[in-house]
């Protein structure tokens, strides 16, 4: 298996443009996780997935912030419009079981950097 | 909601020497506690986990202890190698919530 897949792997933007990171988790897990990982705050997970369905979104920071999961193979998060505040890696991580309290699979990232 | 403290932030051994990282937790609901290694540049991985109803793991040269009553976990690496160097999370987590630790960057000096 490849693995969970990010794309793009580096993103820089114009303050107030509108970011989109995609992630196609390993076929047959049913959990996904979108994570933000920054020096100030470190990981931080802000909305878990469960067979496609936002099970909690409560990290999600602001409404500018949204995701999706139309199916079992793809996942989006959305800024728009982004800030430079924005700026972190963002990993997406997939599991083969139900519930947080469980072993996830990380991507590589997406480093976005929003000027 | 939980809350997790990882000690110490930078952690240097020379190689073959052992490295030890704590971490404290505040939730005692909390039932899996994972540990996970970043190398630069890629993603977190899991490197050994432990439920609650456990008190200590091991798998080859790592290590991980949990102490329920007092509401502390540890890793243990030993005969460490310049390849353990990277950065470490601890994780405390129940089925509805999950915090990780701020890291700990170990480097292993050959």
């Known amino acids: 298996d490849a693995g969970v897949i990010q794309s793009p792997r580096h993103e820089v933007t114009e303050m107030g443009q509108e970011v989109t990171l995609r992630c196609k988790p390993i076929s047959g897990h049913n959990s996904l996780f979108w994570y933000r990982q920054t020096m100030m705050r470190g990981l931080e997970l802000l909305i878990y997935f469960n067979n496609n369905v936002p099970i909690d979104d409560s990290g999600m920071p602001e409404d500018r912030f949204s995701a999706k999961m139309p199916n079992a193979s793809f996942s989006t998060l959305k800024i728009q419009p982004s800030e430079p505040r924005d700026s972190a890696v963002y990993f997406c991580?997939?599991?083969?079981?139900?519930?947080?309290?469980?072993?996830?699979?990380f991507g590589q990232g997406t480093r976005l950097t929003v000027v | 909601g939980e809350n997790v403290e990882q000690h110490p932030s930078t952690l240097s051994v020379q190689e073959g020497d052992s490295a030890v990282i704590k971490c404290t937790y505040s939730?005692?609901?909390?039932?899996?506690f994972p540990w996970y290694k970043q190398e630069l540049g890629k993603g977190p991985q899991l490197i050994i986990d432990?439920?609650?109803?456990?008190g200590e793991k091991k798998d080859q040269r790592i290590a991980v202890t949990l102490n329920k009553t007092a509401k502390h976990f540890s890793l243990h690496i030993t005969e460490t190698q310049p390849e353990d160097s990277a950065v470490y999370f601890c994780a405390a987590t129940r089925v509805n919530d999950m915090r990780f630790g701020a890291g700990t960057r170990l480097t292993v000096k050959p």
């Open positions: 991580a997939s599991s083969p079981r139900t519930g947080k309290d469980t072993e996830a699979f």
């Open positions: 939730d005692s609901a909390s039932n899996y």
């Open positions: 432990i439920r609650s109803n456990v």
